[in-house]
Nanobody
């Protein structure tokens, strides 16, 4: 059964914005660290941003100041707001849930395509 579902990707011009959403099953959302990864053509998957239950966030340097990750507890949804998009942001974006102490706790969404045209 699908437990993480992403949406919100699409085609956008340089400098534009997109808002990605990930609806997460409640049992996973309440116990995991949530993150957004991306995988661009010819590159390995990389962590873009993460957020804990306490609101602590991390970002990869290229997106700092442009992307914001947040949680909506009532809707068990993780959001990635992406502003000032650049062509190098083009990738498939994946929602992820994990726990550091348990390698078997690792769940992925199906991915949503983000394409930034120049």
């Amino acid at each position: 059964q699908v437990q993480l579902v992403e949406s919100g990707g699409g085609l956008v011009q340089v400098g534009g914005s997109l808002r990605l959403s990930c609806v997460v099953s409640e049992s996973i959302f309440s116990t995991g660290v949530m993150g957004w990864y991306r995988q661009a053509p010819g590159r390995e998957r990389e962590l873009v941003a993460s957020i804990t239950r306490y609101g602590t966030t991390t970002y990869t340097d290229p997106v700092k100041g442009r992307f914001t990750i947040s949680r909506d507890t009532a809707k068990t949804t993780v959001i990635l707001q992406m502003n000032s998009l650049k062509p190098e942001d083009t990738a498939v974006y994946y929602c992820n849930a994990a726990r550091n102490a348990n390698p078997r706790f690792n769940f992925w969404g199906q991915g949503t395509q983000v394409t930034v045209s120049s």
